[in-house]
């Protein structure tokens, strides 16, 4: 009875370790079946030779999160000036001339100029379209005050650092995609491949030379800024006026000059009509003693 009560534990110690390596044993055969099935999925990428799983079904790669700038190019704002001014001058063409070689003086240029004659009823002007660097624009803006009475003066900027970032980023990113690309076509197996390949790169290609252009024409703006200078004559007989205690001297003298040169010439407008009331006068005075003779 003894030797019946001892070997029923050692019983149970056995069944519970044949039903634990049974249970490991089920669960090592399910987790080779998982492992066999993955293995045996492959995606369309890996049937070519030398297509990478980022390759999509179109031939394109997906975008690349772009780089973020470094903390010094953010610090570099990019600014588009850009500048008008109206100014009074004495001689439209004259004025032209001096600020395209003000502008030259400063390696600036003249993209545009517009000019017109005086004639009657119309005083001559001019307009011009300057590009000068953007660090001289304020010493050119001050040399072109000394042409004439400047009427207005605008001043303008833009702040295009972020698409200037933007644009570096997605060129960057392009340019990585469009090296892979041509490595994929390089390794193309098949003409499917190599179709899908060709004209995601020409797709690519097309996006980056656009967008090398715009960062291009941002880079020359920024460089460059735009000066829009519109000269207008002054009548003739018309002068700049001085300033100070002798230009308010000299405006005074020609003020009365002004004066005295009406009253002559109202003088010389009442000199017929002058002559014709005596006229009349006379004519009226010899009737009436004609008149009275005969009483």
Known sequence: MAHT??????????????????ILASLLFVVAGCSDGDDS????????????????????FPES???????????????????HMMIRVDDAAASAAEATRIAESVEGRVDDRTERPEIAHSAGSARL???VPASEL?????????????????VSARDVTTEVIDIDARIDSLTRSIERLQEII????SAEDLIA??????????????????????ADQVSLSTITLSL?????????????????VQQGWEALLSAVRTAIIGAGLSLPWLGFFLLGGGIIYLAVRLVARRR
Request: aromatic fraction near 6%.
């Open 129 to 131: 379209t300057i590009r």
């Open 41 to 60: 999925y492959s995606s369309p990428a890996r049937d070519v030779p030398g297509m990478s799983e980022d390759f999509r079904s179109d031939g394109t």
């Open 197 to 218: 390949g060709e004209n995601a790169l020409s797709q690519r290609q097309a996006e980056l030379e656009s967008l090398q252009a715009r960062r291009t024409y941002l």
């Open 65 to 83: 999160s772009p780089t973020a700038p470094d903390d010094a190019d953010a610090m570099r704002r990019q600014i588009i000036q850009t500048a």
């Open 232 to 248: 207008t004559q002054r009548p003739a007989g018309e002068q700049n006026p001085a300033a100070g205690f002798w230009g308010g």
């Open 186 to 189: 390089s390794g193309a197996t």
């Open 138 to 154: 304020d010493r050119v803006i001050d040399e072109f005050r000394e042409l004439g009475t400047v009427e207005e003066v605008t």
């Open 5 to 22: 009560k001892a070997g029923q534990p050692r019983r149970l110690t056995f069944g519970i370790t044949r039903a634990a390596a049974l």
